[in-house]
């Protein structure tokens, strides 16, 4: 019982920090350029990074059983550009069965991956690496040259258009998977499940949990919320490309990373991702407004991200080190 309070204490804190560097960030923006802080730029933000938002809750749960997935952004156009053509060439015109689709398809590749590692025992990296090349590779072939603009899309980019309850209908999927990873990681015992194989798998099999199926399950849902997303992409940027989102993953994982998920598993948090995703959606936004050009805006970007983690490592620590002097006592 003391030991989870303590974990309790530790990751309040972790969060806590986190609030705060995103509060010094959004003062320090405001200061730079008022209109930072309006409440349509705030929600065209949210809108424009509803993929990484979406996308961290699945790496977090990758990461929280100690693996990773480099493959999401190929999966995502692999998705994406399936239902783009299906639609450009009137297979399909309901734009809920679009998304139906896409996140089939997603979960499909996320099961082929996590087959491969939970039962195949092949390293993660390497597993997702081999994904990354044949779901893009597919993107390509799927595409045969050809891509779906605007005209060739029709209704179905409507959906990242239109409101409801005066939200972006992209802000409330956001709001949702949210919501459903909260209560899914916090009180389920799946959620359990995930944190007991990421903080010791020996003693996860022992006490009875099936470690391969709980690997499986953590890659299907990555490859879900990617084809989810591959439906999002396709309809905010009325396009459907094979080379969409090309690099995402780096964005997703730094974002899991700033928001103080273990990279070796077992450690991390829902709100912890999304402050981590709002920081890096923060940056993105921020440099351009101050007058930062393109070409220096990476390095300025990465500059920013490599000192966020590192402010948060060291506040991590000097609250690890307080709560266990304070639990000594």
Known sequence: MEKKSLLKS?????????????????????????????????????????????????MLCVLLVGGIDISIASTLAFAGMSVGLLIKYRFLSSTFLGFVIAIAIGALCGLIIGVIIGYGKVTPIIATMGGMYIF??????????????????????NFALEKFLGLNKVIWVVIVC???????????????????????????????????????????IMGT??????????????????????????????????GGVSMSGGR?????????????????????LVGIDAIAQNTVKGVLIVAVIILNVITQRTLDRKNLERREM
């Open 178 to 220: 949210y919501v459903i990873f909260f209560l899914l990681l916090k009180w389920t015992k799946f959620g359990r499940n995930i944190y007991a194989v990421g903080s010791n798998t020996e003693a996860a099999e022992i006490s009875g949990i099936n470690v391969a199926n709980v690997k499986v399950a953590v890659y299907v």
């Open 10 to 58: 530790i990751t309040g804190s972790r969060e806590a920090s986190l609030v705060i560097v995103l509060a010094v960030l959004l003062v320090i923006v405001t200061i730079l350029n008022p209109a930072f802080m309006t409440a349509n730029n705030i929600l065209e933000i949210l809108k424009n990074n509803s993929i990484t938002l979406i996308l961290t809750l699945g």
């Open 136 to 157: 893009r590779a597919m993107a390509y072939l799927v595409g045969n040259s050809q891509w779906a603009g605007a005209d060739a899309l029709g209704s179905f980019k």
């Open 268 to 288: 991390g948090s829902v709100p912890g991702a999304l402050l981590g995703a709002l920081i890096l959606a923060v940056i993105g936004k921020a440099l351009p």
């Open 225 to 258: 919320l990617s084809g989810l997303c591959g439906a999002l992409a396709t309809s905010i940027y009325a396009s459907a490309q094979p080379n969409m989102q090309d690099g995402k993953e780096m964005d997703v994982i730094a974002a899991c990373v700033i």
